[in-house]
């Protein structure tokens, strides 16, 4: 059989438009005058965004204080000695004194630091189990293969929650106290440990199992906690709304840094008279120390920081599109340049002809 174009085949497409390919289609022609005010208008917007965020991110105010322990930085040498080559290292306690000038504009956002603790780490990052985290009562007895080694104890009993993630759980404590007065008495500053974490997180991901007999315990029964946990994951916190999987602390830790060096919240200063700031005056916070970092050469800080309208410091990003802006605004030029010398030359061209 021979083919034509008449005679429409089994494979042959429609003979429409669409498959036939044509549709009207536009095309834009970069002329120099559409190119370089392109270049231009969008180097300076980036110019302006940049500006705004790195003064913005210039006039939050922070302070900061290293409390790792290393020998001669203060009274948590102790507690950082005390507890090197310990596992589980014992309890100890010391504390940071500053004293403010003048009022730390609020809302004051309180943070812990690490640095040097990789936890975009490939076999870290995986080691969860996202159903057990859920509440589901079947993960809850049988753990992912992925929390290996921390999958069940040694007695065979399954670890809940399992993982390396949870087993490194941070577990330091704060407590802000405030002298109001020379020589007066320290009052302690209410610290908010509430809405810490992501929403999606905290209401959508992690959830306890149900409740057996109305217990949270009895729902745990038959499980063990992580190896380095001194309690249950029941017994995270006196609140039964802050306890067991939903345990502010612990899904905020759950939400893994991309960056060996982060920050995470711990709490929010905006309550009673702490409402606009911290006043002036002398301050103490107590730090609880139990966290071990020395073993890997990491640090811990405390922050105390203000926010603005994008957040936290953070002047890379404003940095970031001045050079952006600074870059197309450079391209520009070097168009324009380029554009007026070899529009010159093709006018001599024209004329000669």
């Known amino acids: 059989m021979t083919w034509s174009a008449a005679a429409r085949g089994a494979h042959q497409p429609d003979n429409t438009a669409f498959?036939?390919?044509?549709?009207?289609?536009?095309?834009p022609l970069l002329s120099a005058g559409i190119a370089l005010p392109l270049f231009f208008c969008a180097g300076?917007?980036?110019?302006?965004?940049?500006?705004?965020?790195?003064?913005?991110?210039?006039?939050?105010?922070?302070?900061?204080?290293?409390?790792?322990?290393?020998?001669?930085?203060g009274n948590c040498s102790v507690c950082a000695e005390a507890g090197q080559?310990?596992?589980?290292?014992?309890?100890?306690?010391?504390?940071?004194?500053?004293?403010?000038p003048e009022l730390f504009q609020g809302p004051v956002y309180l943070y812990y630091e690490l640095t040097n603790f990789y936890q975009n780490n490939r076999r870290y990052g995986v080691s969860r189990d996202d159903e057990q985290l859920s509440g589901l009562p079947s993960a809850l007895r049988q753990p992912a293969n992925e929390c290996a080694p921390y999958q069940f104890s040694a007695a065979g009993l399954p670890i809940a929650p399992c993982g390396?993630?949870?087993?490194?759980?941070?577990?330091?404590?704060?407590?802000?106290?405030?002298q109001r007065q020379p020589d007066g008495p320290y009052v302690e500053v209410?610290?908010?440990?509430?809405?810490?974490?992501?929403?999606?997180?905290?209401?959508?991901?992690?959830?306890?199992?149900?409740?057996?007999?109305?217990?949270?315990?009895?729902?745990?029964?038959?499980?063990?906690?992580?190896?380095?946990?001194?309690?249950?994951?029941?017994?995270?916190?006196?609140?039964?709304?802050?306890?067991?999987?939903?345990?502010?602390?612990?899904?905020?830790?759950?939400?893994?840094?991309?960056?060996?060096?982060?920050?995470?919240?711990?709490?929010?200063?905006?309550?009673?008279?702490?409402?606009?700031?911290?006043?002036?005056?002398a301050y103490r916070v107590s730090i609880t120390y139990n966290y071990p970092v020395r073993s890997f050469d990491g640090h811990k800080r405390l922050i105390f920081s203000s926010i603005s309208w994008m957040g936290g410091k953070n002047p890379f990003l404003g940095i970031a599109y001045l050079v952006v802006g600074s870059l197309c605004i450079l391209t520009g030029f070097v168009m324009l340049v380029v554009y007026i010398r070899y529009q010159d030359q093709n006018d001599e061209d024209e004329d000669e002809q």
């Open 44 to 73: 300076l917007a980036f110019i302006g965004l940049g500006l705004g965020l790195y003064y913005s991110s210039n006039g939050i105010t922070e302070l900061e204080y290293d409390y790792t322990g290393n020998p001669g930085t």
């Open 164 to 178: 390396a993630i949870a087993n490194s759980l941070f577990n330091d404590s704060f407590s802000l106290w405030h």
């Open 190 to 281: 209410p610290l908010d440990r509430t809405g810490i974490a992501w929403w999606t997180d905290y209401h959508v991901k992690f959830r306890n199992p149900p409740l057996v007999n109305g217990s949270l315990a009895l729902a745990f029964q038959g499980t063990a906690p992580p190896p380095n946990w001194p309690r249950p994951v029941y017994e995270l916190s006196s609140d039964p709304n802050n306890t067991g999987f939903t345990n502010q602390d612990f899904v905020v830790w759950m939400r893994t840094a991309a960056l060996p060096t982060f920050r995470k919240l711990y709490a929010r200063i905006r309550q009673g008279n702490y409402t606009a700031g911290l006043p002036r005056g």
């Open 85 to 100: 080559g310990r596992a589980p290292p014992p309890t100890c306690s010391c504390a940071w004194y500053f004293s403010l």
């Open 19 to 27: 498959t036939q390919q044509r549709l009207p289609a536009w095309q």
